[in-house]
């Protein structure tokens, strides 16, 4: 039931009730239990946002009014008319689960418009908030590894919704998109940790928009932990992208894997010692020095070397299971390749540069603005993200895994870079984002000959539908000694959500004989990966270490 009262919006269903003034939530508390998770007086709760985070409040102030009308018994229009920007909040009930919803909206006159960020405050600073971010953190919201942050959709923010939790009940807030829209989440202000912004975003080229809107934020409550709601995202989400009749092509074996390798050396030798240790058939190898060029150059040639030829043989007589390194966006603009696709490569959302990187083997530089250096620049490792919604790329990079699929028998490559998708300048390719012309890129991919499974770098609600295994990132992926990746494990979200359909593998840096290692190891494994280990060291295979042990004796209890 929504209620209106002196400008002010009241709302009780079947597990909420909720008190709402100028699209701001002032209370949210449990029907059943009384508890209440929101206790805000801050009415500012819309802002439009612009490139670099500037932004423009959605206020009443300077004669600024609120109308608000009842559409029906569930559904309530408010209108906010500003000084500065006007906005519809439109709020209405779910009689099925009792959610509340908000479908915000706002546009001004100055051009530019990023996202309509929309904020929930004055949560209640002892529940926890747990995130799909890099599979999942539980954190406190004045953790100031969480504070302040901002991370977009599916790069970071994996899947559309957060969840606070407090003593075995809590809130949620979760959208049901299955359109690409890009959208972020932002914890905190500069001086306040204890509230969260949703962001709906604009497609890029940024330059002429005014207004921003789109998705509509559900708020709900729940009992229990977090695996309440997050299992009510799960079955949706494979009901909204019918995940029962789509898969990706899995062989048998990826479902049978206890030991991933990621960063194999070319190394025969290391391969022998390495069969004394595991289960050949139940190993996968993630092998990136292959091909004819240095890492990362050339591509999207992908031709073996001589020796990978013979490596890859070997491997497959004894029993590995092999992924050799390809890239999903990227090509090298010294390759013919860039002459074809070149006009359709990333450009950034706010800056219109490229997108990709340079690497002199020390130091990251960005891509080259000059068009002359871009051509000769395979001494930095220049690459550029082509934009996967182009049919060309993927008729290009089709040819080249097939080629490579026939000629040494493989069933899967990896495919780097996977979750690199993002609102663009050059957002829509064929009437497709970035995100979604990945995931048909990939499903082609898939299709090559009867079946090519697809590893990838990254893993998110979207990519999942397309991989068969996927390397994911720690919180941040920091470097050593980062002591605050202790608190960033001890929550399995990710495989919670789509380990069914894709299966999690660790990432880097997962083979020295330290403590930083093994908390990188055990992370990993506490987010649901298989055991994993780092082979860029091939000497250390001789003797393995304490921590490679560690991997080889959890590998044997699977």
Known sequence: MLTIKDGILYAKTKTLSAIIRD????????????????????????ELVYAMDRSVQVEMGHGGSVELAKVNDTTVEMRLLGWMANAVVIISEDLVNGDLLFAPSAYTSMRGVRSLRWSVMGI???????????????????????????????????????????????????????????????FGSETDPFRVSFETETYGPLHENISAGGLTWRVGVFEGDWHVPAQEYKTWMEQAWQLDRRHAFKPDWVDDLTLCVCWAPLDEDWLDNLARYVDTKKTLLHIPRWRNFGYDQNYPLYEASPEATRYFAKAQRMGFH??????????????????????????????????????????????????RKLLHARDTNTMTKIHPGQPM??????EQLQKLKREHHLDAVFTDVSHNTFNLANCLVN???????????????????????????????????????????????????????????????????????????????????????????????????????????????KDPNKNLRAMFDLARQM
């Not at 939530?25 to 508890?35: A, F, Q, R, Y």
């Open 23 to 46: 699209g701001a939530i002032l209370s949210l508390k449990s029907v059943k239990t009384g508890t209440e998770f929101i206790n805000n007086t801050d009415t500012a709760a819309m």
């Open 124 to 186: 209640d600073p002892t529940l926890d908030v747990i995130a799909p971010l890099f599979q999942g953190v539980k954190l406190r919201l004045d953790d100031p590894i969480l504070w302040h942050t901002r991370s977009p959709w599916p790069r970071e923010w994996e899947a559309g919704f957060s969840i606070f939790q407090g003593d075995y009940e809590g809130f949620w807030v979760w959208t049901q998109d299955t359109q690409y829209r890009y959208k972020s989440i932002k």
């Open 322 to 371: 092999i992924a050799p390194h390809t890239n999903i966006f990227e090509t090298d603009p010294s390759n013919p390749a860039y002459e074809l696709v070149g006009q359709f490569e990333y450009r950034d959302a706010e800056t219109d540069q490229r997108m990709g990187w340079s690497y002199t083997g020390k130091d990251f530089l960005p891509v080259p603005m000059s068009n």
């Open 393 to 398: 790329w993927a008729s290009i990079l089709r």
């Open 431 to 541: 009437n497709t984002t970035s995100t979604e012309g990945a995931k048909l890129l990939q499903d082609y991919l898939n299709s090559i000959d009867g079946g090519l499974a697809l590893g990838g770098e990254g893993l998110n609600e979207i990519t999942m539908q397309s991989q068969a295994f996927s390397q994911v990132h720690l919180f941040k992926n920091p470097p050593p000694p980062h002591p605050e990746l202790k608190r960033c494990g001890g929550i399995d979200l990710g495989c919670f959500l789509w380990g069914d359909h894709c299966r999690l593998i660790g990432y880097s840096k997962l083979e020295e004989d330290n403590e930083w290692t093994l908390l990188r190891m055990m992370n990993h494994i506490e987010h649901g990966c298989s055991p994993t280990i780092s082979g860029s060291h091939p000497e250390y295979m």
